[in-house]
C-alpha cells in the first residue's frame, strides 16, 4: 500500500504533535499509546480517501486537526499569560 501526499503530511504534523506533548509532558504512557492508536486509524482513512480518490478531502483531514490543535496550543497560553500577568484577578473561585 502507498502512502499518499496527505497521509505523509499528516504524520510528520502528527509526530510533532506527540513530541510537543510528551516535551511538554502532558501526557501520561496510556495518552500516549491512546493516541498512537487514534492517530494510525486516522492515517488509514486518510489513506483510504486518497485512494478512493479523494485527495482534496484527505488533504483537509489531514492539515485541519493540527492547524486546531496549534490555534488552541497558541490561545490557551496566551490566555494564562495574561491571568499570570493580571495576578490571577481572572480567575473565579468557587468555595463549596
Do not use: Q
Not at 509526530?15 to 510528551?22: A, E, F, G, Q
Amino acid at each position: 500500500m502507498t502512502i499518499c501526499t496527505a497521509t505523509k503530511i499528516y504524520l510528520v504534523f502528527t509526530i510533532l504533535t506527540l513530541l510537543h506533548l510528551i516535551i511538554k509532558n502532558e501526557l501520561s504512557i496510556v495518552g500516549v499509546v491512546l493516541r498512537v492508536i487514534l492517530f494510525g486509524i486516522w492515517a488509514y482513512v486518510l489513506s483510504r480517501l486518497c485512494t478512493s480518490g479523494y485527495k482534496s478531502v484527505a488533504m483537509v483531514g489531514a492539515i485541519f486537526p493540527h492547524i486546531l490543535f496549534i490555534l488552541l496550543t497558541v490561545r490557551g497560553e496566551g490566555e494564562m499569560e495574561s491571568i499570570i500577568a493580571d495576578g490571577g484577578s481572572d480567575l473565579i473561585y468557587v468555595h463549596k
